[in-house]
């Protein structure tokens, strides 16, 4: 799509964007504004340091999924780097993480984690595609083959000693990067449900400070009773310091799902708890449920207070309701922090909203009262106008701000100004989460297979990097390598395999 000038929108878009500014339960208008190609700024032409570890999704713990550092990989040789295939002992519906230089069995490997819908989490020498390890958690042919699945992608400790990695029946593993065993001790592995059955490891893990954060949902076909809730986990001792839950929020320890009378409210987009910047508080949303304004939080965007969990804020459309009732989930692709006191979520209505964060539902925040209903400052649509399950990626450059979203439908470019979002660029290529990296842009295309590569400021893709279609995969890039996991989780199969592309 040809980039236009910057428009300004209707003056009745104007007028409702103030009122609902102002605390108006009334949406705004949906509307797109545009904006000029040069509103993207041109990433630096050589980054002096180099990205050498992708230690989680998206990158850092607010999910940016951006990096201005070097990854050996330009745009002058992403066409022809050295490809390979890697087969795994099952399908990683998930992104990878990636350790430079890290010891395994007693030699320095760069090495890639994943972890299979079954729970296995592999360990692969990037370099050669060698399988370093293999981790199989207790009770693996219980649950393997069946729909008991996970699709949380693992997490490396700062350490870089240890990952932690989720298994279908509701445990977090804390496992040796040197041998792939699990890391005994203290509570480990933790318990983050009490029916793994119905409450699934969706979302990927997330940390800060001395807090493993994870979350939980529920599986496809919305299958009662489960909450979706926020579980802190001390990273040393694997206990559980705190519980957040999305229903029955009054309740602060780890629910039998069966106990409350509301159900639903999954965390089940693939960045599940974003972190702010300063460690203080942290964003989730939530997918089709009940909503009360005090205790049910079905569709709705939720602020909590770090450590503790205390709910600060919350955003909640007006149609709620009529949301949760055609099961089109809010929360279906996590809050996207821009800067400039603005945030962003997509789910699945296609409508794209922008929200003030120090006001959520147009109101200073306070405990003293029910949460109530509006508040958004921007409602615009999303590429193609489609559901959004991808975690976009967002690069702040000096003062500007760039997101790219992809969807089922097509991929985008979006710059803020004066906290508003315009569209710069829109194409018809579908994606997973993309990532931004050594000034290239990456976007796995999940119907026909291959990372599609741009240069940040425009819709036309400079390269193709071939492989076969997925689900919710992402790729990561990383040290020289390119690495996408296949496959679609739904498909319930053992065996999966992964692309690693090098430089070199």
Not at 389 to 413: C, I, K, L, Y
Not at 436 to 450: E, I, N, P, T
Request: net charge neutral; hydrophobic share 35%; glycine share 14%.
């Amino acid at each position: 799509m040809r980039a236009r000038h910057l428009l300004r929108p209707a003056l009745a878009t104007t007028g409702c964007l103030l009122l609902v500014a102002c605390g108006s339960s009334a949406p705004a208008v949906v509307s797109t504004p545009t904006a000029a190609s040069a509103a993207i700024p041109s990433p630096a032409a050589s980054p002096a340091a180099r990205l050498l570890d992708w230690p989680e999704f998206g990158l850092d713990p607010q999910r940016s999924s951006v990096s201005e550092r070097s990854t050996g990989i330009t745009g002058a040789n992403v066409g022809h780097l050295r490809q390979r295939t890697v087969t795994l002992g099952g399908t990683v519906d998930s992104s990878p993480i990636y350790l430079h230089g890290v010891s395994v069995a007693g030699s320095a490997h760069n090495v890639v984690v994943v972890t299979t819908t079954y729970g296995r989490t592999i360990a692969v020498d990037a370099d050669s595609g060698r399988t370093l390890w293999t981790f199989t958690p207790p009770g693996y042919a219980a649950w393997a083959g069946s729909s008991q699945i996970t699709t949380t992608s693992p997490l490396a400790d700062p350490g870089r000693q240890f990952v932690y990695a989720a298994s279908p029946n509701g445990l977090i593993h804390k496992l040796s990067l040197a041998t792939g065993g699990e890391a005994g001790g203290g509570s480990w592995p933790a318990t983050i449900t009490r029916d793994a059955r119905h409450e699934k490891l969706a979302a990927a893990l997330n940390i800060e400070g001395a807090d493993v954060i994870a979350t939980t949902g529920g599986y496809f076909g919305d299958a009662p009773p489960y909450q979706g809730h926020v579980v802190l986990i001390d990273r040393t001792s694997g206990r559980l310091r705190r519980v957040f839950n999305t229903l029955c929020a009054n309740r602060r320890e780890l629910l039998v799902p069966s106990s409350c009378r509301a159900s639903d409210s999954a965390i089940l987009s693939r960045g599940g708890a974003v972190v702010e910047p300063g460690g203080k508080r942290i964003l989730i949303d939530t997918g089709n449920g009940p909503w009360n304004g005090t205790t049910n939080f079905g569709d709705s965007v939720l602020e909590l207070t770090f450590p503790d969990l205390g709910l600060r804020q919350s955003f909640t459309p007006t149609n709620q309701s009529q949301l949760s009732s055609s099961d089109t989930d809010l929360g279906s692709s996590a809050p996207v922090l821009l800067g400039g006191d603005r945030i962003a979520l997509a789910g699945k209505d296609g409508v794209m909203r922008v929200l003030m964060l120090s006001r959520l539902d147009g109101h200073p925040p306070s405990g003293a009262r029910p949460h109530p209903l509006g508040g958004e400052v921007q409602r615009l649509g999303i590429p193609g106008g489609g559901q959004l399950f991808s975690a976009p990626a967002v690069w702040r450059h000096g003062a500007r701000t760039t997101m790219f979203v992809a969807d089922g439908n097509g991929t985008a470019a979006y710059v803020l100004r004066a906290g508003r979002l315009y569209r710069v660029w829109e194409n018809g290529n579908p994606g997973t989460s993309p990532v931004m990296a050594g000034g290239l842009l990456y976007v796995y295309d999940l119907s026909r297979g291959g990372v599609y590569v741009y240069r940040p400021g425009s819709a036309q893709a400079i390269a193709r990097l071939p492989g076969s279609s997925g689900h919710w995969n992402s790729p990561i890039v990383v040290d020289g390598h390119v690495v996408e996991p296949e496959g679609n989780g739904n498909d319930h199969s053992l065996t999966g395999q992964m692309e690693i592309f090098s430089a070199g």
